[in-house]
């Protein structure tokens, strides 16, 4: 029992602070406007239970089928309505993509190599080939390279719509557990606005992270052998392209970890599924890492170019030791980029070193703490995430949008406010209920 108020207590705790994050970065009238919805919405779903022929298998289909077909236009209308400005490393990956394209297999991408964007940042190697393989298959059937990508995008999303609702559907089996799902995906905004916008590795990375997620669902909710491997066989290759795409994404496989330790801990049925999720995860690293160099390769990176000035993993620690980053505490900032770039060149890998035990001893326990808090705020605070990050205004939007974009930003910011403050008391109540006497926890749970 001790292990599971543990449990409780964290899991409990890291929604409170999700919270504080959302509430904190909300003005004061905005806080009553949310207060409001969230009032409003309960006593319209009260009135909405009574309506017998709404959760009645058909209504429930009908308005699943509803909701999912509103979120795939309103994905497809921002798609194709929207045009943003790139900047930054969208803009490098696509001009690269581009020159794939044409056969130029040149990675340097300044004529006296004084700026080796893809010999500093190779992990974005992979998905540049990616993308102009997409652009190759779009002018196939006389596309133009942005409608290319702006389909792409749509098409990413709507995956990401359809696996999340074909998880819930593995997971519960219940067809309000779905209407659920499809409610969420219909209304909360972030998923209209920066990954439909910006042609990056992030879309794609949601996208496959979805079908990872379907994937694991399906082996951790079945006892077939059969399905184990075949499913498993399926993870490796998805997860493989995943790491391949964002190696930080590894953080998948500790979650796993975790989540055995909680199939032991609550004495749940499916601890063999979780270990062999987790064999599967690993063989993906596995696979990823033996094949992505002679795919690379292949088209031109040198890889031990490379290895000689890829920025090191100690550099993105010591950036998240900044208090005072360029884009926040513990945000990129432009002066480390630079130094840990010089340190590549000078072949002195110590001046990294020096500057995180620097941070480390300035910062102490106290510094360190709050530290921590304002990367939380940083990476959870802003409810729309990325968006307006890796663009310099619109090449193209409705004229409605252009007149009144303050005030719709705010409203976006309200709405997926609102929407993450709900699932969060949502999970908070049911979380409580875990470990009552009388309703014992369960495999589903």
């Known amino acids: 029992m001790f292990l599971k108020r543990s449990f409780q207590s964290v899991f409990g705790l890291l929604l409170v602070v999700i919270s504080l994050t959302q509430i904190v970065s909300q ?43 509103f979120n795939l236009l309103m994905l497809l209308y ?7 400005n790139d900047v930054s490393d969208p803009l490098n990956v696509q001009i690269k993509a581009t020159e794939l394209l044409h056969g130029n297999y040149n990675w340097h991408t300044n004529i006296n190599g004084s700026e080796e964007y893809f010999y500093f940042y190779p992990n974005v190697v992979f998905y540049t080939i990616f993308l102009s393989k997409i652009m190759s298959i779009g002018g196939t059937f006389g596309l ?47 998923m209209y606005l920066y990954p439909n916008m910006v042609t990056y590795t992030d879309t794609l990375t949601m996208f496959l992270t979805t079908v990872v997620l379907y994937l694991i669902s399906v082996v951790i909710s079945t006892r077939g052998y059969n399905t184990w491997f075949a499913v498993g066989g399926l993870i490796v290759l ?17 979650a796993v970890l975790i989540l055995l330790v909680m199939a032991v801990v609550m004495k749940m049925k499916n601890k063999v599924q979780i270990i ?5 995860l690993v063989l993906g690293i596995v696979v990823s890492t033996v094949t992505i160099t002679p795919i690379t390769q292949h088209y031109g990176f040198d890889q031990t170019q490379a290895k000689k000035t890829e920025l090191p993993v100690t550099h993105w620690i010591n950036m998240g030791l900044n208090p005072v980053g360029l884009n926040g505490a513990g945000a990129y900032d432009m002066n480390d980029d630079n130094n840990a770039r010089q340190s590549r060149i000078d072949n002195n890998p110590q001046l990294i070193k020096q500057s995180i035990k620097y941070r480390l001893k300035t910062l102490g326990i106290g510094g360190i703490w709050k530290l921590a808090l304002d990367k939380v705020q940083t990476l959870l605070g802003t409810p729309l995430f990325g968006f307006g990050k890796y663009m310099a205004g619109y090449a193209k939007a409705p004229t409605f949008y252009i007149k009144h974009q303050s005030m719709l930003n705010a409203l976006f910011s309200i709405i997926a406010t609102t929407v993450i403050l709900m699932i969060i008391i949502k999970l908070f109540v049911t979380n409580i209920k875990l470990t009552d006497d009388s309703n014992a926890i369960n495999q589903k749970k």
């Open 27 to 69: 003005r004061a009238n905005n806080m009553l406007a949310i207060i409001l919805i969230m009032g409003t919405s309960y006593v319209v779903y009260t009135q909405l239970k009574k309506i017998e022929w709404l959760w009645s298998e058909k209504g429930q289909k009908v308005v699943t089928s509803f909701l999912i077909a």
């Open 78 to 84: 921002v798609s194709l309505s929207f045009q943003i």
């Open 144 to 190: 133009s390279i942005q409608l290319t990508l702006r389909l792409m995008t749509f098409l990413f999303l709507a995956g990401i719509t359809i696996f999340a609702m074909l998880t819930s559907w593995q997971l519960n089996r219940n067809r309000k557990s779905l209407l659920i799902t499809a409610l969420i995906l219909a209304v909360y905004p972030v």
């Open 238 to 254: 998805v997860y493989a392209i995943l790491y391949a795409v964002k190696p930080n994404m590894i953080v998948l496989l500790p």
């Open 276 to 280: 062999v999720v987790s064999a599967t």
